[in-house]
């Protein structure tokens, strides 16, 4: 389990493409500096179990599926990519819950500078519209952001400058494909009401 605040950027150093799946390394040394192989780390917002670690990264093997359902098939090499490292039981929960299960792709349409901060537009799917509510949360390639206004199709997040530097949204052009995980609290709520049509 993740909180969605973005600890370090890393970079792809290598992809080994496999006839299933993938193997990622990536260069991080702060996330790097306390985790052991095994440990659940989350790859712009995909949990993924590091492999192979030492002082300058770690790797990790990426399924099939995995690629089919995030953007992580379009790594290549020197690309950033967002890290959290899992919630510890002691720590605050300072974002909301992410688990690293992403929901859907949605693409980047743009910023507009506010002073220091920026306003950024998400377009996403349709299908994902029931899980998006105005300043609800939402997880934008694992980060933990609100949303600050809701159209059929868009919506938009106020980034302070502390996200938009520690993060990859600066990096990101008009029509980047980002990954999406909806709020779980509203994923269950519907799970619940769906099977309340079967009694």
Known sequence: MFTGLIEELGVIEQVERREAGAVFRIGATLVASDISNGDSIAVNGVCLTAVGVDKGGFSADVSPETLARTTLDRIAVGTRVNLERALLPTQRLGGHIVQG???ATGKFIGARDEGDFH???I???PEFAKYLVFKGSVAVEGISLTVAAL???EFDIAVIPKTWEMTDLSTLSPGDAVNLEADVIAKYVERMLSQRNFE
């Open 151 to 153: 159209r059929a199709a």
């Open 101 to 103: 299960h992403v929901d």
């Open 123 to 125: 377009g996403f799917d």
């Open 119 to 121: 306003t950024v537009t």
